[in-house]
């Protein structure tokens, strides 16, 4: 099993960054953890190339405020990517999370 270090991303709410405009208010937060499955594939798009999408699960160790905030997490930064997270469950004390595609949204 591979281990895992990086840092997940989350999405603490919005803000006003100029007068009515609203930007997400990203935090990260370095984790350990395991990869628990290690797979990809190709997903046909509206573009030339097909996208790569991951469907992998890394578990984490989780400490309380990533238990508390499971819901805010956005990214998770694996192999110098940013990736969507697209599934969190939680198994206490760990989380276990299933990426997806490249994550384009906002960083902090």
């Known amino acids: 099993m591979a281990k895992f270090y990086g840092s997940i991303g989350y999405n603490m709410g ?4 100029a007068p009515s ?8 937060l370095p984790y350990y953890g395991d990869v628990l499955r290690n797979t990809r594939r ?3 798009g509206d573009s030339l190339n097909d996208n790569l999408v991951l469907n992998n699960l890394i578990s984490i160790v989780a400490d309380a405020f990533a238990i508390q905030h499971f819901s805010a997490i956005r990214y998770i930064k694996w192999m110098e990517a940013s990736w969507k997270v697209t599934n969190v469950e939680v198994q206490r ?6 990426i997806g595609e490249v994550y384009n949204g906002p960083e902090s």
């Open 14 to 17: 919005t803000v006003e960054t």
């Open 93 to 98: 004390p760990r989380l276990i999370l299933t």
């Open 21 to 28: 405009v609203w930007e997400e208010s990203i935090i990260e």
């Open 42 to 44: 190709y997903e046909k």
